[in-house]
């Protein structure tokens, strides 16, 4: 299994661009993640899809922020415009079931300048 | 909302020494799931332990125990015989088994282990 597969590795973009980061799951997973990390507030949840279908987006620090889920192996999560403070490292993850643990893609760095 | 707590930001322990790092959590729930993972500096995310609140054995893996407390909601980890290659980010995190779509992992804001040769 080749894993969670995120791209880019690492996005440098101007303020104002649009940023699409891309993630593949585990083939066979029903649950996707996507969370933030940075210095300041460690990882946080920005939203999670089961079966596709978003279900909890409250992570998600403003409207700028948008993640689809179109199919069971592909997921985006879309900055627009992007702002020097999203500057972070996004992380994509899934999981089979509630009980299973989750696991981690290698992360986009995102540098917003 | 379930919180996690991760009072340590950095911990020190020499090679082949015995650490323990670690966490607290409050919820309401009864059945939950611990985890805690492992970030080197590559920045991947590693599952190191899992532990399902409903069983109260402790998990182990290899040189790696947790001491799980429900009652004092307490879920610290041991890692025995350090290596140098256990030199991470540690985080701790909670998993609810909840209804309504609350399976969401919250995170501790992490533990440095530095290991001393």
């Known amino acids: 299994d080749a894993g969670v597969i995120q791209s880019p590795r690492h996005e440098v973009t101007e303020m104002g661009q649009e940023v699409t980061l891309r993630c593949k799951p585990i083939?066979?997973?029903?649950?996707l993640f996507w969370y933030r990390q940075t210095m300041m507030r460690g990882l946080e949840l920005l939203i999670y899809?089961?079966?596709?279908?978003?279900?909890?987006d409250s992570g998600m620090p403003e409207d700028r922020f948008s993640a689809k889920m179109p199919n069971a192996s592909f997921s985006t999560l879309k900055i627009q415009p992007s702002e020097p403070r999203d500057s972070a490292v996004y992380f994509c993850a899934s999981s089979f079931e509630v009980y299973s643990p989750l696991h981690f893609g290698n992360g986009t760095r995102l540098t917003v300048t | 909302a379930q919180t996690v707590t991760q009072s340590q930001p950095e911990m020190s322990v020499q090679e082949a020494e015995t650490v323990t790092l670690s966490c607290t959590y409050d919820?309401?729930?009864?059945?939950?799931?611990l985890f805690w993972y492992k970030q080197p500096p590559s920045r991947q995310m590693i599952l190191v332990i899992r532990q399902e609140a409903y069983k109260q054995q402790n998990a182990t893996e290899n040189r790696f125990s947790v001491n799980f407390q429900k009652a004092a909601k307490s879920f610290s980890l041991k890692i025995s015989d350090s290596q140098l290659g256990d030199a991470a980010m540690y985080f701790c995190a909670y998993r609810s088994v909840g209804q309504g779509g609350s399976e969401k992992l919250v995170f501790g804001k992490g533990t440095k282990l530095t290991v001393n040769p």
């Open positions: 899809f089961n079966n596709n279908v978003p279900i909890d």
């Open positions: 083939s066979g997973h029903n649950s």
């Open positions: 919820t309401s729930e009864s059945d939950y799931y």
